[in-house]
């Protein structure tokens, strides 16, 4: 009987042992398990460099400039190649700077009008081309640059214009429009137009090129117009009423100390580099035009 007793204490015990066993073992998987989930939780959440976060941002931004009807859009793939780290920086990132002033340059090359040479189309039907003056579209790359790095700061998307150092009455190789002061030396005759429409047309006597004051050639913006202005220079001092500069001291005005205009008096008594003009119509030029209205001398 004994020994039958200690037989049941004995399976007894083992089965305990057995299920404490169990017990010890499931609990190290389990703890197992939960360690190992918290070591690839703290790889989850270890936080992305600032590169990668810069990456990361930028990835979908786009920069759209517009040029009349034509754009060119700046990518996020070309934004996130300019990224640079940078310990220097607030944010531990900055841009290339090079690589942010080739793409304005890009721009400018392509869409600046300034400085270049057109082809115009006469008011006599002959096809010329413009090469002097310093009329058209350019952009000002240096403040552009600043602009662009503001754009690129508010990490958005966005349409926009660059800055202009100048601009011009249209976004096209005829870039002065259909509004502008059109003058042939050789006819010593210009013609007005506006729209589009010739509203105006007059003979003039410009610069005297045998004493070296011959009238520049080209396309120019009339820096402004005023009423009432003194003209003096070496040995010269004219009172007029209209006064419309386009190059620096040369400028359309009129002349009603003159009898006669056109033909070749230019050669004989010509201006200091003006367009002296018959003062009805300098009065209408006036009139008409505006601070930047395109004057093509040819």
Request: proline share 4%; charged share 20%; aromatic share 12%.
């Amino acid at each position: 009987m004994e020994c039958k007793q200690q037989r049941k204490q004995l399976l007894l015990f083992s089965s305990v042992a057995g299920f404490l066993a169990a017990c010890f073992v499931v609990g190290l998987v389990f703890l197992g398990g939960r360690l190992s989930g918290s070591s690839a939780a703290t790889r989850l959440l270890t936080p992305p460099t600032p590169l990668e976060q810069a990456q990361q941002d930028y990835a979908g931004v786009t920069i759209t400039y517009t040029f009349g009807d034509k754009s060119e859009t700046l990518t996020g793939d070309r934004i996130v190649s300019w990224l640079r780290e940078d310990d220097t920086a607030a944010s531990g990132v900055s841009f290339d700077q090079q690589q942010v002033k080739a793409f304005i340059k890009e721009l400018a090359d392509k869409y600046d009008t300034a400085y270049t040479v057109r082809k115009f189309h006469t008011s006599t039907g002959q096809d010329i081309e413009i090469s002097q003056g310093d009329y058209g579209w350019r952009i000002d790359q240096e403040q552009e640059m600043t602009h662009l790095l503001e754009l690129l700061a508010a990490k958005e998307s966005t349409t926009c214009e660059p800055v202009y150092a100048q601009t011009a009455a249209v976004h096209a190789r005829e870039d002065w429009g259909t509004t502008y002061i059109e003058a042939s030396l050789s006819a010593q005759q210009l013609w007005l137009y506006k729209d589009g429409k010739c509203i105006l047309e007059s003979y003039f006597v410009s610069g005297n090129p045998t004493q070296g004051y011959a009238t520049p050639k080209g396309i120019y913006g009339l820096t402004y117009k005023t009423r009432d202005a003194m003209l003096s220079g070496q040995g010269y001092d004219s009172k007029v009423k209209y006064w419309m500069p386009f190059n620096r001291n040369v400028g359309l005005h009129d002349a009603p100390w003159r009898k006669t205009f056109g033909g070749q008096i230019y050669k004989r008594s010509g201006s200091h580099g003006c367009l002296n003009l018959p003062p009805a119509n300098a009065a209408a030029i006036y009139k008409n035009v505006d601070k930047n209205t395109p004057v093509i001398v040819y």
